[in-house]
């Protein structure tokens, strides 16, 4: 059965740190993970998606890597700003890949201070 | 182009009754997912719908819990006679393509179903 863990669930960094947010899965046979971000009360937007024969994807500030192997992800964010300020959610597609069924871990719930 | 819209976004129903979720996808999206949320717990997949089929409702509770896409209008996902368990954030999310390991899927909002 695949579990999704991420590390830490609650994080806090002055403005201007970089950071890096942890996800590990317990089943390799993944076909991609990706990193959401989750606002209070309100809806998931994808960051960055990793297809399983990518080791990494950037977007502006934000690096996703995948080692498959190792079970591991991580979102790294550099020169954080208050407005990164939400829940960072790591999901996994596993199994068949034509159900689109994403496994989730529980968050890691961010907050960058002015 | 709006998103994928969810209503109501709060709901609130006594323990019997039953409550249903729309979700209208994005434009030209044909495949809809439904996400619960339950307090302290990440979101579960729960049903994936094509137009008038359901393809995958390996999360769907066996009882009072179903879900349809018609050809015409939204998405419903219907729980008969709630009970306090089932007190929880619904997402519906859309896709334009069959899913696939390149393509992601969009969120809704959400809707609060909160059960007394």
């Known amino acids: 059965k695949q579990e999704v863990t991420q590390i830490p669930a609650a994080l806090s960094v002055p403005e201007g740190e970089n950071l890096v947010l942890n996800c590990s899965f317990t089943?390799?046979?993944?076909?991609?993970l990706q990193w959401f971000r989750q606002d209070p009360g309100k809806g998931l937007t994808s960051l960055l998606l990793i297809q399983s024969s990518q080791r990494e994807q950037t977007s502006g500030r934000l690096n996703a890597s995948l080692d498959k192997s190792s079970g591991r992800s991580t979102l790294y964010i550099a020169a954080s700003q208050p407005g990164d300020s939400a829940t960072y959610l790591c999901a996994v597609g596993h199994g068949s890949s034509n159900t689109g069924k994403l496994i989730f871990g529980q968050g890691t719930t961010l907050q960058v201070k002015p | 182009n709006a998103g994928v819209m969810q209503n109501p976004r709060h709901l609130v129903r006594r323990r019997g009754q039953e409550a249903r979720l729309r979700c209208s996808p994005m434009k030209g999206h044909s495949h809809v997912y439904w996400y619960r949320q339950l307090p302290e717990e990440g979101l579960k997949f729960m049903v994936y719908l094509q137009k008038e089929n359901i393809i995958d409702e390996s999360g769907m509770p066996k009882e009072r819990f179903s879900a349809e896409f018609p050809k015409e209008g939204p998405s419903i996902l219907r729980i008969q006679q709630v009970v306090r368990g089932d007190s929880a954030a619904y997402f519906c999310a859309s896709s334009p393509f069959p899913p696939s390991p390149g393509n992601t899927i969009y969120f809704g909002e959400g809707s609060w179903l909160t059960v007394v």
């Open positions: 089943d390799s046979a993944i076909y991609n």
